[in-house]
Every structure is written in structure tokens, then in C-alpha cells.
């Protein structure tokens, strides 16, 4: 069942992740189904609006988004469709940061960079150093960064569990994690940040992987 939001400030919220939406699935990063976008809503930090479970991400629309309680991720409106199945992870965010807007891709560099350093069954990480994005991350310290990678558990509380004790206990991390095999998931103060974040962390998985490969390099 479609929903469509009560006030007009939540009905433009959805329609800015709807947009978002369907440029990063136009990018190749939300194939399918797959990816999910969350964002509080303006007149109401404790909800938030999140992509609906199942739906194309190229064609999404201001209906096919949700509004779940922030913190627990649970459905706050009866009748409505389910939410997105990594709900628990976007809630798990929310409770221990400040964010306003998460964003979980599978875009292809970070799919690659964590699928190829993930442990098998505990959080790994992945130092990040040098390169110029990595001052598009807000990070007290820009030079260099640790990016959690997350075991891939089937059961999706678990991974939101283990997210949310990481971030409980790590302090300032970077506004991004990569979920082993699977994807990233960034946030900041609002979808426009949360959708910059989640380039530059894309980009620097690029990098990553590009100045890890063999250079067309002539020697005499
Ligand atoms: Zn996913």
C-alpha cells in the first residue's frame, strides 16, 4: 500500500530522497531493489521517512517512502508498506550519532574494497590515508581515517547491533562503514551531506583500488 506523508515540509523530505533515489540507482549504485535512504523528518526529528521494502530504486517515488520511528526503526503509521529490510541499521545510526539523513548503496568500489578486507566474523578496519577527499568528511583529523567493515550476518539486527555497539564505543569515527560483501552506509545533517559523504567515500574506495593495480609504466 502507498503512502503519502501528512505535511507539506514531510512530503518535500520525500521527494529529495526520492530524487536521490533514482540519480545514484542512474549511477549503478542502487541496482535493483537494492540500497536504501533514510532522512528525519524536519518537523519531527524523533520519525523518519525511509525507502519502502522492495521497490525499483530508478523509479522511485515521494510514495514509496515510509515514516518509522528514528531510534528503533519500527513503523509508525499503521497501514503503511514495510520498510526498507536494513531499517534496524539506519535506526542504529540514529541512536548513537547526530545524523539526520543515512544513505546504504551498493555502489561497485565499495562493494569491491569490502568484500576483499572483510573478516569473517569480526569488525575489521580499513585505514584510509593521504588522499584530498578525505577532507569532504567532516573528520577532526583529516589526514587519515579508520572505516569500519562489518560482518555481513544474515540476520539484520545483528549487523545493527554490532553497528551500533562500534559506534557507542569508538567516538568521532568516519560518517561511514562498509558492510563486508555487501555495501557502504553514510550519513551527515542532511541527505544532500549524507549523499557527499557517501561520494567521497566511494571515491577514496576507487582510489584504493586503482593505485593498488599495475601502472602502464614504460621502462627502457
Ligand atoms: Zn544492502
Not at 576483499?116 to 577532507?135: G, N, T
Not at 569508538?170 to 551531506?193: F, K, N, R, V, Y
Not at 599495475?214 to 627502457?220: M, T
Amino acid at each position: 500500500m502507498s503512502y503519502a506523508p501528512f505535511t507539506a515540509a514531510a512530503r518535500q523530505t520525500a521527494q529529495q530522497l526520492a530524487g536521490i533515489s533514482r540519480t545514484l540507482y542512474e549511477r549503478g549504485w542502487m541496482p535493483g531493489t537494492s540500497g536504501n535512504i533514510s532522512v528525519r523528518l524536519p518537523d519531527d526529528p524523533s520519525r523518519a521517512l525511509i525507502t519502502a521494502s522492495g521497490r525499483d530504486k530508478g523509479e522511485l517515488t515521494a510514495r514509496d517512502v515510509v515514516e518509522v520511528d528514528a531510534r528503533s526503526g519500527r513503523s509508525s503509521r499503521p497501514g503503511q508498506a514495510r520498510p526498507s529490510a536494513e531499517t534496524s541499521i539506519h535506526a542504529a545510526v540514529y541512536r548513537v550519532t547526530g545524523a539526520r539523513a543515512v544513505i546504504h548503496s551498493h555502489s561497485p568500489y565499495a562493494t569491491v574494497v569490502a568484500h576483499r578486507v572483510a573478516a569473517r566474523d569480526a569488525v575489521a578496519s580499513l585505514r584510509v590515508e593521504r588522499f584530498e577527499l578525505l577532507k569532504g568528511l567532516g573528520l577532526k583529523d583529516p589526514a587519515a581515517m579508520e572505516l569500519p567493515v562489518f560482518p555481513n550476518w544474515p540476520q539484520v539486527q545483528r549487523i545493527a547491533e554490532d553497528v551500533a555497539a562500534h559506534l557507542t564505543a569508538g567516538g568521532e569515527g568516519p560518517p561511514g562503514l562498509l558492510l563486508a560483501d555487501h555495501g557502504i552506509t553514510a550519513w551527515g545533517d542532511s541527505l544532500g551531506q549524507a549523499k557527499n559523504r557517501l561520494e567521497c567515500l566511494e571515491s577514496l574506495c576507487q582510489l584504493l583500488v586503482l593505485s593498488r593495480s599495475e601502472l602502464p609504466v614504460s621502462r627502457a
